[in-house]
C-alpha cells in the first residue's frame, strides 16, 4: 500500500512539472483594417466565371493574419494570403463565383472574411448582372 502512495505521488509530481510554468498564454494581437466591400463584375455571360479581388489594408498596430475566406455558396470559392500583412501594408483575397448555374439577372455572392480585428468576422460582396448571349 505504501509503494502505491509512493508510485502516484511521484506520478502526479511529474505530471504537475510537465505543464511547466510558462505564464498566461498570450491571444494574439487585435489590429484594424480596411476593405473595398463590394466587388461589381458589371454584365457577364452566363458561364463566365468572376475573377474578384478585394483589397486589404491592415491599419492597425499588428499584423494581420487572416485566417479564413470563405464563400457563401459551392459557386464562390474564396483565396485568402497565408502570411500575415504587415501594418501600413496591403494584401488581397480572391474570390472565384462560376455563372454557369445562376439566373440570368442580378446575383450576389457573400465572401465571409476571418481575421484577428473586432469583429473577426466580415463579409464582402460579389455582384453581377448575369446575362444570356
Partial sequence: MKSKIVILSAGLFLLLQSCG????AE???????TVNLVY???KVIKGE???????????GDFPLVIGDAKGSCSCTVAEKPEKPIPPGEQGEVKAYVTTE???PGPIRKLVSI???TEPSRTEVNV???VIVK
Fill in 21 to 24: 510554468n510558462s505564464g498566461p
Fill in 27 to 33: 491571444v494574439g494581437n487585435k489590429t484594424t483594417m
Fill in 40 to 42: 461589381d463584375a458589371g
Fill in 49 to 59: 466565371i468572376i475573377n474578384a479581388k478585394f483589397i486589404i489594408k491592415n491599419t
Fill in 101 to 103: 448555374n445562376a439566373n
Fill in 114 to 116: 476571418v481575421a484577428n
Fill in 127 to 129: 455582384i453581377a448582372n
